[in-house]
């Protein structure tokens, strides 16, 4: 069964940094493009950035172009998003997705058909 969970979400203030992990368990992960999602209260869910299949290509939205980076290391079977210069409105609930055989991150923030979900971590930026 694919399953996928993160961790290293929490409280931090504005400018600080956290590094978020996807783990992935039942399935190998070198075989799928991954996404991370943010979704705040109120707000519709947010595509964050992807890394696709190899690791060769990453995309970014506009608002953490900069200041966030996804990576991932295959023989862990794990994605990260290290998050620098965090602000206030990054505030929300962080989730990674996998896509079998997704190398170009192609449409992610509204592709529909992920293979798996996690359930997400808590990010909160605030003084």
């Known amino acids: 069964q694919l399953q996928l969970v993160e961790s290293g979400g929490g409280l931090v203030q504005p400018g600080g940094s956290l590094r978020l992990s996807c783990a992935a368990s039942?399935?190998?992960?070198?075989?799928?493009?991954i996404v991370w999602f943010r979704q705040a209260p109120g707000k519709e869910r947010e595509g964050v950035s992807c890394i696709g299949r190899g690791g060769g290509r990453t995309i970014y939205a506009d608002s953490v172009k900069g200041r966030f980076t996804i990576s991932r290391d295959n023989a862990k079977n794990m994605v990260y998003l290290q998050m620098n210069s965090l602000k206030p409105e990054d505030t929300a609930i962080y989730y990674c997705?996998?896509?079998?055989?997704?190398?170009?991150?192609?449409?992610?923030?509204?592709?529909?058909?992920?293979?798996?979900w996690g359930q997400g971590t808590q990010v909160t930026v605030s003084s």
């Open positions: 039942g399935f190998i992960l070198d075989y799928y493009g």
């Open positions: 997705a996998a896509a079998r055989d997704y190398y170009y991150c192609s449409g992610y923030a509204s592709k529909g058909n992920y293979d798996s």
